[in-house]
């Protein structure tokens, strides 16, 4: 496992942007398949994107999918997810999590494949 730790949360209007970073305690993130997930107030963690490390390949749930971008620095050290056009529907906490297992088109958004979660941060958006 990996220890993982969310920044870039915060309060901000419906229409603004985010960009969300994640980080490895004390290593890269090479040799892991990343993603992020989000839980809102009485709902199921749902997952957003995903990274796999071997080919850059890269998933996203249909409905975030043109307004959210993940990505990884050149140097493998933070995995981002870039947010546009926020909803107040878009209010959660998101987290990273990680996984050497190899992740698809069918499994990547499945969190029992992750063994490696962060803290989290949050992400409020008002109208």
């Known amino acids: 496992q990996v220890q993982l730790e969310e920044s870039g949360g915060g309060r901000v209007q419906a229409g603004d942007s985010l960009k969300l970073s994640c980080a490895a305690s004390g290593r890269t993130l090479t040799d892991y398949n990343m993603a992020w997930f989000r839980q809102a107030p009485g709902k199921e963690r749902e997952a957003i994107a995903a990274s796999r490390w071997t080919d850059d390949a890269t998933y996203y749930i249909d409905a975030p999918q043109d307004r959210f971008v993940i990505s990884r620095d050149n140097a493998d050290t933070t995995l981002f997810l870039r947010m546009d056009n926020l909803s107040p529907d878009d209010t959660a906490v998101y987290y990273c999590?990680?996984?050497?297992?190899?992740?698809?088109?069918?499994?990547?958004?499945?969190?029992?494949?992750?063994?490696?979660w962060g803290q989290g941060t949050q992400v409020t958006v008002s109208s």
């Open positions: 999590a990680a996984t050497t297992t190899l992740i698809t088109r069918t499994t990547w958004h499945l969190p029992e494949r992750y063994a490696s």
